[in-house]
């Protein structure tokens, strides 16, 4: 079975100083991994996606993440926070389901970030 | 344009009762989903849905019933209501059925049993 860590329940970061949310992951066959974003009383926003290639990937509102196949690492990372990057950060995982076609997202149990002024 | 809508966003009701949420995509995808999500904001699957077939079905409670009308649509009926069903559910939508594809979510639901 496939599983998510995301091993800090919350991390908090000046604003303007780079931030990393960590996540690491487990699953058998090829891993296609996702960061998801959600604000308070809203519902999920997809920021990027691994699935094949280059092992940095970018994405929405300036983040990107490292994959590490070898740390079985997915870490979000963002070169300046800002106040409005304050959120609940998803790491999930997605591989193919026993009866046939892609399983669904595992997810973390989620990460706060909290960038101060 | 909302390109994933739920109705209702509230939802309060008693232990007992049936009740339904429904859910739009305007994004032409062909697979859609539902997640609960509990109070300690842990996600999880319950269903998916590709082109009206179910082909999730995680091991939730045969109280909770999906029904998919087209592909536009995905609908969760829950009866006889427990406290313990009390969570936000999201709705979600992909292109199509393979790993490699994004999924967008609704707004939520969030449903509150008394």
């Known amino acids: 079975a496939q599983s998510v860590a995301q091993p800090e329940d919350q991390v908090n970061v000046a604003e303007g100083n780079p931030l990393t949310v960590k996540c690491t992951y487990s699953?058998?066959?090829?891993?296609?991994l996702f960061w998801y974003v959600q604000y308070p009383n809203r519902g999920l926003q997809f920021l990027l996606k691994y699935i094949t290639g280059d092992n940095l990937v970018k994405g929405s509102y300036g983040f990107e993440a490292e994959f590490n196949k070898s740390q079985t690492s997915f870490h979000l990372k963002k070169p300046s926070a800002l106040v409005s990057d304050s959120a609940l950060y998803f790491c999930?995982?997605?591989?193919?389901?026993?009866?046939?076609?892609?399983?669904?997202?595992?997810f973390g149990k989620g990460t706060h970030l909290i960038i101060q002024p | 344009d909302t390109a994933v809508s739920q109705t209702p966003k509230y939802l309060v009701t008693q232990m007992g009762n049936d009740k339904s949420i429904k859910c739009e995509q305007n994004l032409g995808h062909d697979t859609m989903y539902w997640y609960k999500q509990d109070s300690k904001k842990f996600l999880k699957i319950m269903f998916s849905y590709n082109n009206k077939e179910l082909i999730i079905n995680e091991t939730v409670p045969n109280r909770f019933s999906p029904k998919s009308p087209d592909k536009a649509h995905l609908n969760l009926h829950i009866n006889s209501l427990e406290l313990g069903d009390s969570a936000v559910y999201f709705c979600?939508?992909?292109?199509?059925?393979?790993?490699?594809?994004?999924?967008?979510f609704g707004p939520g639901t969030r449903l509150t049993v008394t």
């Open positions: 699953v058998s066959g090829n891993p296609y």
């Open positions: 979600a939508s992909s292109q199509g059925d393979r790993p490699t594809y994004e999924q967008y």
């Open positions: 999930a995982v997605r591989g193919w389901y026993s009866g046939g076609g892609a399983d669904g997202l595992t």
